[in-house]
């Protein structure tokens, strides 16, 4: 092995580790951050996990808001039309949450099947929208972007 | 070709995968809601009509096959599928109703009044309850519903020839020999 | 009438896009003088009738023609002057004439300031620009004319511009980050023209560095001004989202990032041709993937009514067409490109290619994620969406690999370097970052912290050692030169190129950047909280008093404002106006946050949704060192810009190939 060679090995096999440690970086990380989605009908038929970071979506059910008097503490009903779903929160809720609008919300579902929610997104029934604004609109949270949650 | 050679194609390779990826993403149209609601029967509502004194339910869609295609005058795409829809309630012996989506009751009636009423008639729908029962995102949506008033296909976005013919009309006529046949029946 | 003309001006740069895509190169092929002579005339008409064109639609913009479809859509009335000229490119169609237009901008400049290449090669990059230009006037024309109308009857007033993109940032952001995507097609373009005519040498990695360098800054400033204009725009205080269109725009700038020091080596050292063709390939490939990401709505699918699947179909073709021929191309040709340079195994070139790889490497992860959506919705139907602890995770360990490189690799020589040097130079500043990073920890207020784990500890330690190593070098090289020459300290000044002052700013702009991520995740204070008028707060060492409401009626919105007082603790106050607005005609309502910059912190509060008993939720956050990331980003874009002013790069006519007089 002469020396072209020797160093032409080492310059492969730093690349190749370096490579398969990224590789094996992101499999862990991607295994570990990926949020599945489920909808309240999903969740009822009880195929979503408990205990393990998910995203539910539906519409906020008419007059299911109530607020706690003294704090920001807040829950609600997201439906699908077939089964729903009780949303506890205690977050600044976005520009655009309203009752009948849809929304896609992020965080747990406890053993008592109470979603406690880490972030709420809600979706924007505007008409027409270009994509950069759709992008920024969610980005504030007034949209979401696996948008189309199974309804 | 040497080893060397072939692996100046990975790249190409690569992209090839990713635009596969893209391909299939694209078909997934991302613009198809399926909705909950699909056969299932047109939601029950008692509500007024957009004309004044109009009190219209659900019974009344019931007995052909027909669209109902949700509007605003706050949307600037239903203006532009307004004259396609004015083109099929001329052209096609079909029902068109409307569904007047949190509008403003004297704003609406000047649009049909401009535009042109396609509409057998249009529920107004002011507090968007109804829109709620369906599963409206937001305008236009058009529904199609079978002669027995079920929901049969939902469509997002205009309707325009293109959709109309490809998509809804195939839909239509189909639904539209079933019916006759059960009559002969 | 005007938007007719403007239409039919736009047709007209159209056809001379064609021309240019294709006589000057046949000109080459043919060796006809006179076809090769075309690219500099048709260039400067493409420019001029697209400039016409969208000249024609801010004018539709300006005098309210609501009978064009996308003027009623995107403007109204009420809308101030300032906001209805950019409103031209704040919605699909327009912002794709603005990319032409740059695209346009971008060629012209190159024929301008390329006159000393050889007049072929020359003549070939324009060519190929002007193709890219083809596709994207195609895609106008067939799919997204601007200038269609609604007619016979039109609406009386304009739908409005989306509240969000009334500001300053709309103004500034989206052209900056298009002259960097569109900046690549040049280096792009000579890595083509290169790979055609089998001349990839040292003179044609000097030529694409300035193009390369300056498509660099302006993405540089793009990402800056996106990450500021979402902090104090979007009301939450955060500044990276890690979503699609984000993850687009960096992904060409990590690749164009590579690209820059790769064309150095190729430059210098002749070494890694084949290697920096691909990176430039890629580099502008993934501009393109970013456009189709963003605007085919794959990704973002939840605007049904945005997307439209045919302008998905063109952009894909469009992709597979432009990127598919480039990469045969490359795999074709490549093997005709050969690096000669010997270097051994410690040497700058080494070094150079492990950061290479590391950037590649981070693409590769952002590429992953942002498809993974895709691919596992396409393989087993489900939904999910990768959250930003995914690129966090990954991003953080290789920051720290990438920070010490860049200390070393100034720092070590061409070809073959000793090691022993290496040690006694950094001894010093790796101990004053030690001691400096040790003192403020101990200073600061460890019950803030939020998580502080080794890998912050270690960044912020590595970017300091990388900013003070970076001054020693600079204070080395005067030393050096005094003892040398015996000139003053300003000559000594004078005597380093801009090339290298250009480094040293835009590593220093990394190494702050960096620290201000770290200082800004670790010890950010973030609280919602349920405030009533005289309620009083204490975070992050201030007081925060709510004293009340107050409404307010402008032009086009009306406003909710609250009054919080501040109180420091050297019991200063002064009042944040943080407001709630609301948009009638598009029945929209907006956070408007208040923010009290400052060089060490924010303080930015925004205004929640109203309470009962006269209460609001309010968010309050205190953000330590947050400005230092948009203070690095400016920095490292300025330093490519200084870097391009090199006199290396004002090259003479180059003689040597014989071609070019």
Known sequence: MNAVHKKRLIIVIVGVAVFSAAAALVLYALNENINLFYSPTQVAEGEAPVNK??????????????????????????????????????????DLFREGQGIVATGKLDDKGRFQASEVLAKHDENYMPPEVSDMLKKQGANASEAAPKL | MNSKRLRLFLPLIGFVVVCGFLYRGLMLEPSKLPSALVGKAFPEFSMPGLKQGQQLDQSM???????????????????????????????????????????????AVQWLARLGNPYRFSVFDEEGSLGIDLGVYGAPETFVIDHNGMIRYKHVGVVDMQVWRELLLPLVEELQLAADQKVIQ | MIPEIGHFALILSFCFSIALGVLPMLGVYQKNTLLIWLAGPLVAA???????????????????????????SNS????????????????????????????????FAVGYFSRNLPNDIRAMVLSIMGLVSVGFQLFLLYSSNPFLRFLPDFPLDGNDLNPLLQDFGLIVHPPMLYAGYVGFSVAFSFAIAALLSGRLDASWARWSRPWTNIAWVFLTLGITLGSWWAYYELGWGGWWFWDPVENASLMPWLVGTALLHSLAVTEKRGAFKSWTVLLAISAFSLSLLGTFLVRSGVLTSVHAFAVDPERGMFILVFLAVVIGTSLIIYAVRAPTVKSYAVFELFSRETLLLLNNVLLIVATMTVLLGTFYPLIYEATTGGKISVGPPYFNLIFAPLILLVLPLMTLVPQIFWKRSPTTDLIKKNIIPLLCSFILCAGLWISSDLEATNELNIQIILAVLFATWLFIALIKDLVGKLVSYKKAHQGSVFDGIRSLTLGYYGMLLAHAGIAICVIGVAVVSVYSVDKDLRLAPGDLVEMGGYQFEFKGLSQTKQANYTA???????????????IMKPEKRTYPVRQS?????????????????????????????????VKPLVRWLWLGGLLMAFGGFIATLDRRYRAKKVTASGVGI
Request: proline letters at 3%; glycine letters at 6%.
């Open chain 3, 560 to 574: 909710l404002t609250a009054n919080i007082e501040v109180t420091n603790e050297a019991g200063e106050r002064w």
């Open chain 3, 589 to 621: 309502q907006m956070t408007e946050a208040a923010i009290d910059a400052g060089f060490f912190r924010d303080l930015y509060l925004a205004l929640g949704e109203p309470l009962t008993k006269g209460a609001w939720s309010v968010r309050i956050q």
């Open chain 3, 46 to 72: 493409q420019l001029v009738f697209i400039a016409i064109s969208f000249a024609l639609l801010t004018w539709s913009f300006a005098v309210d023609d609501f009978s064009v479809i996308y003027v009623a």
């Open chain 2, 61 to 107: 869609l019931i007995g052909q096959v027909a669209l109902v295609n949700v509007w605003a005058t706050w949307c600037p795409s239903c203006r532009a599928e307004h004259r396609f829809l004015n083109q099929i309630a001329e052209q096609f012996d079909m029902p068109i109703y409307g569904l007047n989506y949190k509008d403003d009751r004297g704003k």
């Open chain 1, 53 to 94: 970071r998910i995203r539910v979506g539906g519409m906020v059910a008419e007059g299911s808001v109530e607020r706690e008097p003294d704090s920001l503490k807040i829950q609600f009903t997201v439906t699908d039309y077939e089964n729903s779903l009780i949303v506890h929160y205690d977050r600044v809720l976005p």
């Open chain 3, 76 to 107: 109204n009335r009420a809308l101030p002057m300032v906001y209805k000229v950019t409103a031209v490119w704040g919605a699909h169609e327009g912002s794709l004439l603005l990319w032409v237009l740059i695209l346009s901008g971008w060629a």
